[in-house]
């Protein structure tokens, strides 16, 4: 039997909070520690939070204030052998326990 192909998939987070507190930041923090740990070599790239602002750009050049659709918060990178395998591993995620959504979208590699 061949290998299995695993492919990139994004986790997109929407909300979610880090915490009001420094007590509670780092709760958060070894939460995701603790699921980056668990996912293993599926980590491709552990991703980073976004800034606050955001400006979206139209056909044209036009430029305007704000996320198109709801606002992401953050990504993560990972790595899995389906859509559905992807969405598994994301239900772990601690951004659903402080109120996040996600999103997972599958790469397709074009060049």
Avoid: Q
Avoid at 29 to 41: N, T, Y
Avoid at 63 to 87: E, Q, W
Wanted: one cysteine or more; hydrophobic letters at 40%; aromatic letters at 8%.
């Amino acid at each position: 039997m061949g290998e299995t192909k695993l492919a990139n998939f994004v986790l997109v987070y929407s909300g979610g909070s880090a915490g009001a507190t420094e007590a509670e930041r780092g709760k958060v923090m070894e939460a995701w520690g603790g699921w980056f740990g668990k996912l293993g070599d599926k980590v491709v790239d552990a991703g980073n939070p976004f800034g606050e602002h955001a400006k979206n750009i139209s056909n044209g050049g036009a430029v305007h204030d704000g996320a198109i659709g709801t606002p992401a918060t953050g990504y993560s990178i990972i790595k899995a052998d389906s859509l559905n395998a992807a969405v598994d591993l994301a239900k772990g995620c601690p951004v659903l326990t402080s109120g996040g959504k996600i999103t997972v979208y599958e790469v397709t590699p074009a060049m």
